[in-house]
T-cell receptor
């Protein structure tokens, strides 16, 4: 049973455009939702995270939108740059109690 | 470099051999996690430790897999009688747990190829 479903699998965006990646979760006990960025040959690195007491969190060009009733959250990358080309993973956990569960990832390519 | 360190970076082994990987977490971190990642997939949880205690093991972790974290510092993951299906990237992560969540910091992984 996949606890976190991520879409799309791959995404091509023009430089300067907005990249949007979506995730849906099933376990209503989840209360911490991070996004990780992974470059080839490297481990995942934390990009931004949100807790369900807020509907949006912004850090620079990266924004998480969270919809608790729909059990969905999304990552928006504004003004996408070629350096953003990487694989992005959403994840979820019940904070402090369970290990992070990851989505299958979205390979983002930002083309000039 | 004070990040999570994993050794070796790459390991090629023949089916049936045993392999052992090492992870050195960030020094003040009390939690250490092992994940496995195959091509095109997200990391899958294997097991984790708080200090030296192994708190949880995934059902993915067959009896051929064993992990230790003696003295609550570095950790080793051993795979006995390797199979081709064990080929994957093995990721280690650590965090400082303080009764709520804290970010996982991942190493760059050990890529295992079983021939």
């Amino acid at each position: 049973q996949q606890q976190v479903k991520q879409s799309p699998q791959s995404l091509i965006v023009q430089k300067g455009g907005i990249s949007i990646i979506n995730c849906a979760y099933e376990n209503t006990a989840f209360d911490y939702f991070p996004w990780y960025q992974q470059f080839p040959g490297k481990g995942p690195a934390l990009l931004i995270a949100i807790r369900p007491d807020v509907s949006e969190k912004k850090e620079g060009r990266f924004t998480i939108s969270f919809n608790k009733s729909a059990k969905q959250f999304s990552l928006h990358i504004m003004d996408s740059q070629p350096g953003d080309s990487a694989t992005y993973f959403c994840a979820a956990t019940q904070a402090g109690n369970t290990p992070l569960v990851f989505g299958k990832g979205t390979r983002l390519s930002v083309i000039a | 470099d004070t990040g999570v360190s994993q050794d070796p970076r790459h390991k090629i082994t023949k089916r049936g051999q045993n392999v052992t990987f090492r992870c050195d977490p960030i020094s003040e971190h009390n939690r250490l996690y092992w994940y496995r990642q195959t091509l095109g997939q997200g990391p899958e949880f294997l097991t984790y430790f708080q200090n030296e205690a192994q708190l949880e093991k995934s059902r993915l972790l067959s009896d051929r897999f064993s992990a230790e974290r003696p003295k609550g510092s570095f950790s080793t993951l051993e795979i006995q009688r390797t199979e081709q299906g064990d080929s994957a990237m093995y990721l280690c992560a650590s965090s400082l747990f303080d009764n709520y969540n804290s970010p996982l910091h991942f190493g760059n992984g050990t890529r295992l190829t079983v021939t």
